[in-house]
Each structure stands twice: as structure tokens, then as C-alpha cells.
């Protein structure tokens, strides 16, 4: 990078503060508006225009129930020139969760769906953002990936990135910035690596013979097979992977039985494997279906395993994350905190085909407690943090897409 252009470049990230601080009372308002009528996965299109309209470009073509609006930069930019040209894509999320509100905000919504995961802020960030780029314009331009279904399958991740929508543009580079409760406000992570776990749903189906309970000897307990398995699961993490790797077996749901004196004759387990390593993944998937059969048929009964695929691991391209990593604090941000957990998102489906960086922003300790709860509000302020990060990222990109 030469003297001059980072110069330039910082007169240039002035302009653009200056002027996503001018969108914050617009994008503050959109937010509550987005916030007080939200939409579940698979039904966004009402908020997807919503956004598309802010961001200038209420034509933009749609990638089932999102869609990707281009913004080209300013008059005297250089930026955006044209369509040819790469672009940063920037993503925000779409979907709000199926959860009653319990924030007391005089925006909250009544409609029995809530953003209980900071998408709300996710998108007023980005038309802040998106709005200060069309109007000064920047080295590049930039796709504003206005995504659907992140809480639920199938994946909109995997709609958009498999698009020919998507294959029309060319994309150097995909950022996206998500809220997280555990990091203090005005925090934000560029890091590179692993920093969401890949995740797969996992159904162990376990077949018996019912009985009467006072005569267990004449059927097969799918029950204490179900019991067994769940407990020998837990030995998998401990004793099979290595101690430095994070992965986790969960079962969230046991359905089993009807009354209390009597052996049904099918249980059925369903839970969560996370993993940080393809490898790890393989050899859980490996394992938790070894075991479960193993077990289930110790205690006479039979056990079919079904494992779905979900989203692969989320791992930050180094040289983007720092190169972003370097614009944060110039643009008022505190780089920090080591953030990497056995949550999963689905931008890990662009990670896999572009060089891509997840930023997590922090809401605070006081936002108690955190994400998927009906009292999650993180604060206005939050939307100058995501705008700020999303600045950074593309700065950063920009730096990355420019060569050495
Ligand atoms: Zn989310």
C-alpha cells in the first residue's frame, strides 16, 4: 500500500463516517419500524422491499424471498464504476423468530414474531451504510445481500450463493456483522479462522417391543435403550476428539412412552452435533451412529441413525479479517475479544466459496440476557457499531481486492 492512498483512503472513511452518522436518525426509525412489524423465515418479502426501497433500488432482483441490490458509488468517486467491476458483498439477514416479545419497547411487535437475534439492527446498519456509500461513493462498489430464512431450513445462505442471481455479479469478497451479548458495546472481532462451529441435526430412532411395565422380560425397553444412548453419546466429545477442539452432542428432544405403566415400543432422540474441524465432524457423525447402534442393540433393541448435513464450519479468511482488523479502530471502533463459539450461521455456506470475514458486535453486558430470548433489545446506538464494522469490512476488502 502506498503513502498516498492510505491517504486517501482515510479521508475517504472520514467522508463515509461523516456520512453514515447523517443516516443514523433515518435508519434508527427504519429499525423500529422493521422491529414493530417483523417476519418470519420463508415469508421476508414485505421487509425485503423494505430494505431494497432504502437502499435506492426498489427494482432489485429478488433470490426467493431476498434480494441483491447493487450500490454503485458517488459522482467523483471513482468508485462503482460499473457492473463490471468486483464488488463487496455485505450481508444482513432477513428473518425474525417465532417468539412474543417481552422487551416493553414501544416499538415491539404484537405479532407474535420478534427479532430476537439483532437483525433489525443487522439492517438498519446496512442501509446506513449502504446509503452513505451510494452518496459518496468508495473504491468499489458493493452488493447488498438482503438474505432470507438464517433461523430456519432450508437455508437462504445456500438459495443465495447457489443463484444465478449471485453468479451475475462479481463478488471478491462477502462481510457480514452479527450482534453478540457476550462483547461490550462498541467492541467488534475481525478474526481470522473458525469462529462458528459447522452443525448438523441429528435423529436416532430406536425400535422395541412394548410391554406391560410389570412384565418388562416379555418386550424390548426402547426407553432404557433411549437412556443409555443419550448418556454413552456424552462420552464422544470427552474421550474422542481432541481436548483442543471444540464440538459438542446435544439431544434437545426425547419422545418416548404414553402412561406410566406400560413399555412403548419406539423412543426417538433428536439433537445437535457442532464441530470446529471437517474432521471432527466425520468422526462424530461416525460415532454417534456406531454408538447409538451398539447401544440400542445391548439392550435388544434396534437403532436408525439420520444425521443432516447443515451448515459447514464458519471460517474467517485471515488476510480479509486483517485487513479489516486494521480500519477498526480508525473508524472508532475497539478491535478485541477473542469471540469463537459452537453457535453456527449460515454465512459459513459463503465462506466456503469466497473469501469472507463474520465481525460480532458487542451489545453489552447489560443486555441481559442475550440472543433468542423475547427480551433481547439491543440499543440504537448499536446500528453506528454494525454500520461502522460493515465500513470496515469493505475497506478492508477493498485493501485485500487491490493487491499488495
Ligand atoms: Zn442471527
Same mark, same amino acid.
Not at 150 to 167: I, N, T, W
Not at 233 to 256: F, N, W, Y
Not at 286 to 300: I, N
Not at 388 to 401: V, W
Given at each position: 500500500?502506498?503513502?498516498?492512498?492510505?491517504?486517501?483512503?482515510?479521508?475517504?472513511?472520514?467522508?463515509?463516517?461523516?456520512?453514515?452518522?447523517?443516516?443514523?436518525?433515518?435508519?434508527?426509525?427504519?429499525?423500529?419500524?422493521?422491529?414493530?412489524?417483523?417476519?418470519?423465515?420463508?415469508?421476508?418479502?414485505?421487509?425485503?422491499?423494505?430494505?431494497?426501497?432504502?437502499?435506492?433500488?426498489?427494482?432489485?432482483?429478488?433470490?426467493?424471498?431476498?434480494?441483491? #441490490?447493487?450500490?454503485?458509488?458517488?459522482?467523483?468517486?471513482?468508485?462503482?464504476?460499473?457492473?463490471?467491476?468486483?464488488?463487496?458483498?455485505?450481508?444482513?439477514?432477513?428473518?425474525?423468530? /417465532?417468539?412474543?416479545?417481552?422487551?416493553?419497547?414501544?416499538?415491539?411487535? #404484537?405479532?407474535?414474531?420478534?427479532?430476537?437475534?439483532?437483525? +433489525?439492527?443487522?439492517?438498519?446498519?446496512?442501509?446506513?451504510?449502504?446509503?452513505?456509500?451510494?452518496?459518496?461513493?468508495?473504491?468499489?462498489? !458493493?452488493?447488498?445481500?438482503?438474505?432470507?430464512?438464517?433461523? !430456519?431450513?432450508?437455508?437462504?445462505? =445456500?438459495?443465495?450463493?447457489?443463484?444465478?442471481?449471485?453468479?451475475?455479479?462479481? #463478488?471478491?469478497?462477502?462481510?457480514?456483522?452479527?450482534?453478540?451479548?457476550?462483547?461490550?458495546?462498541?467492541?467488534?472481532?475481525?478474526?481470522?479462522?473458525? !469462529?462458528?462451529?459447522?452443525?448438523?441435526? $441429528?435423529?436416532?430412532?430406536?425400535?422395541?417391543?412394548?410391554?406391560?411395565?410389570?412384565?418388562?422380560?416379555?418386550?424390548?425397553?426402547?426407553?432404557?435403550?433411549?437412556?443409555?444412548?443419550?448418556?454413552?453419546?456424552?462420552?464422544?466429545?470427552?474421550?474422542?476428539?481432541?481436548?483442543?477442539?471444540?464440538?459438542?452432542?446435544?439431544?434437545?428432544?426425547?419422545?418416548?412412552?404414553?402412561?406410566?405403566?406400560?413399555?412403548?415400543?419406539?423412543?426417538?432422540?433428536?439433537?445437535?452435533?457442532?464441530?470446529?474441524?471437517?474432521?471432527?465432524?466425520?468422526? =462424530?457423525?461416525?460415532?454417534?451412529?456406531?454408538?447409538?447402534?451398539?447401544?440400542?442393540?445391548? %439392550?435388544?433393541?434396534?437403532?436408525?441413525?439420520?444425521?443432516?448435513?447443515?451448515? /459447514?464450519? $464458519?471460517?474467517?479468511?485471515?488476510?480479509?479479517?486483517?485487513?479489516?482488523?486494521?480500519?477498526?479502530?480508525?473508524?472508532?471502533? +475497539?478491535?478485541?475479544? %477473542?469471540?469463537?463459539?459452537?453457535?453456527?450461521?449460515?454465512?459459513?455456506?459463503?465462506?466456503?466459496?469466497?473469501?469472507?470475514?463474520?465481525?460480532?458486535?458487542?451489545?453489552?453486558? %447489560?443486555? #441481559?440476557?442475550?440472543?433468542?430470548?423475547?427480551?433481547? $433489545?439491543?440499543? %440504537?446506538?448499536?446500528?453506528? +457499531?454494525?454500520?461502522?464494522?460493515?465500513?470496515?469490512?469493505?475497506?478492508?476488502?477493498? +485493501? $485485500?481486492?487491490?493487491?499488495?
Amino acid at each position: 500500500m502506498t503513502a498516498s492512498r492510505v491517504t486517501a483512503d482515510q479521508e475517504l472513511a472520514g467522508r463515509l463516517l461523516a456520512a453514515i452518522e447523517a443516516e443514523l436518525p433515518a435508519a434508527t426509525e427504519l429499525r423500529h419500524q422493521i422491529h414493530r412489524e417483523p417476519d418470519l423465515g420463508g415469508h421476508e418479502e414485505r421487509t425485503a422491499t423494505r430494505i431494497a426501497e432504502a437502499l435506492g433500488d426498489p427494482g432489485a432482483p429478488w433470490v426467493t424471498q431476498g434480494r441483491l #441490490v447493487r450500490i454503485t458509488g458517488g459522482a467523483g468517486s471513482g468508485g462503482g464504476r460499473g457492473p463490471d467491476e468486483m464488488h463487496v458483498a455485505v450481508r444482513t439477514e432477513l428473518d425474525a423468530l /417465532p417468539l412474543t416479545e417481552e422487551t416493553g419497547a414501544p416499538w415491539a411487535s #404484537v405479532n407474535g414474531a420478534m427479532h430476537a437475534c439483532g437483525h +433489525d439492527v443487522h439492517m438498519a446498519g446496512l442501509v446506513a451504510f449502504g446509503r452513505a456509500l451510494r452518496a459518496v461513493g468508495g473504491p468499489r462498489p !458493493v452488493l447488498a445481500v438482503l438474505q432470507p430464512r438464517e433461523e !430456519v431450513s432450508p437455508s437462504g445462505a =445456500l438459495d443465495v450463493v447457489s443463484s444465478a442471481e449471485l453468479a451475475a455479479v462479481p #463478488v471478491g469478497a462477502f462481510v457480514a456483522v452479527h450482534m453478540h451479548a457476550s462483547l461490550r458495546p462498541g467492541t467488534i472481532t475481525a478474526q481470522g479462522g473458525p !469462529v462458528n462451529a459447522s452443525s448438523d441435526d $441429528l435423529t436416532i430412532s430406536i425400535e422395541g417391543r412394548p410391554a406391560h411395565a410389570a412384565y418388562p422380560h416379555m418386550g424390548r425397553d426402547p426407553i432404557v435403550a433411549a437412556a443409555g444412548t443419550i448418556m454413552a453419546l456424552q462420552h464422544l466429545v470427552s474421550r474422542r476428539i481432541d481436548p483442543m477442539h471444540p464440538s459438542v452432542v446435544t439431544i434437545g428432544k426425547v419422545q418416548a412412552g404414553a402412561v406410566g405403566n406400560a413399555i412403548p415400543g419406539s423412543a426417538v432422540l433428536t439433537g445437535s452435533i457442532r464441530a470446529f474441524d471437517e474432521a471432527d465432524r466425520d468422526l =462424530l457423525h461416525a460415532t454417534v451412529t456406531e454408538t447409538a447402534e451398539l447401544t440400542a442393540r445391548s %439392550d435388544g433393541c434396534e437403532a436408525t441413525v439420520n444425521i443432516v448435513r447443515g451448515e /459447514p464450519v $464458519l471460517r474467517n479468511d485471515p488476510r480479509l479479517a486483517a485487513a479489516t482488523a486494521a480500519w477498526l479502530t480508525r473508524v472508532g471502533l +475497539d478491535p478485541g475479544g %477473542d469471540m469463537r463459539s459452537c453457535g453456527a450461521d449460515d454465512f459459513s455456506y459463503y465462506n466456503a466459496k469466497y473469501p469472507s470475514l463474520m465481525c460480532f458486535a458487542g451489545t453489552g453486558e %447489560d443486555v #441481559v440476557p442475550g440472543l433468542h430470548h423475547p427480551a433481547f $433489545l439491543p440499543p %440504537d446506538e448499536a446500528i453506528f +457499531d454494525v454500520a461502522r464494522a460493515m465500513l470496515a469490512g469493505y475497506l478492508g476488502a477493498c +485493501d $485485500l481486492l487491490a493487491g499488495p
